[in-house]
C-alpha cells in the first residue's frame, strides 16, 4: 500500500506520479490533468491520474464501418457492372466510400479528443461526448469490483479495457475503453481503491463517543 495517495498534494506532482506509475508519459498526464473542468474538483479533491484512450481508440471504433466501406470498394469493379444505377462509375464508388471511410475516422478523432478517464482521491470519472457530453462519476468507496478485458484486437497492440462494477448494481456501469498500458493503470486504481477501503474501515473503527 501506497501512503502518498491520501496525501494532500499538488495535483501537478500527483498527475507526474501517475505517469510515471502507469508506465507512460508524464507530460501527457499533465496535459490530460489540465484538461479536467475545474467545475467538477470539490476544494481540495486532488487529480491522481487523468488519461485519454490510445490513439488506437480511433480506428478500432470505426472498424465496422471502415470494413463495409472496404468491402465497397472491393465490390465496387462488380457493381459498376451489374447495377444498373452506377453502370460504369466504379471510381465514382470508391471515391464516395473512401471519403465516407475519412468521415467515419474524424468522428472518432472527435470523440477521441472529448474523452477523459480521470481518477481523483474521492472519485472515478468517465467523461465523454463531442456535443452532448456524458459524465459518469462514482465515489470511490462506491466501487465494488474491476476488471481488465483484451480484445483480440486490443491484445495485438497491447492495449485493453478496464470496467468498474458499483455496490448496488448487479452489471458493469462503466468502461475505460483502449487504454494504454493497463495493467499498470489497473494496478494503480486497485491500489488507491485498496487505500480508500482501508481508510474507510479506520474511520467506522473510531469510537466517536
Known sequence: MNPDLGKQISPTSQAVDAGARAGGSATVDLRAAGMVPAHLLDGDEVVLLAIKPSLWFIPFSSFRWLAAMGLIIAAAPYLARSVPA????????????????????????????????????????????????????????????????FGWHERLVGVGTIGFATAGTASTEAYWHNVAHPLEVHERIRSCLLYTSDAADELDGVDLG
Do not use: H, K
Not at 466504379?90 to 481518477?119: E, K, N, P, T
Open 86 to 149: 452506377v453502370e460504369g462509375q466504379g471510381r465514382l464508388i470508391i471515391q464516395a466510400a473512401a471519403v465516407l471511410a475519412a468521415v467515419r475516422l474524424l468522428a472518432a478523432a472527435m470523440q477521441w479528443v472529448s474523452r477523459l478517464y480521470v481518477l481523483t482521491n474521492r472519485r472515478l470519472m468517465r467523461i465523454r461526448g463531442v456535443f452532448n457530453v456524458d459524465i459518469f462519476e462514482c465515489p470511490l468507496t462506491r466501487i465494488q469490483n474491476t476488471f481488465l478485458r
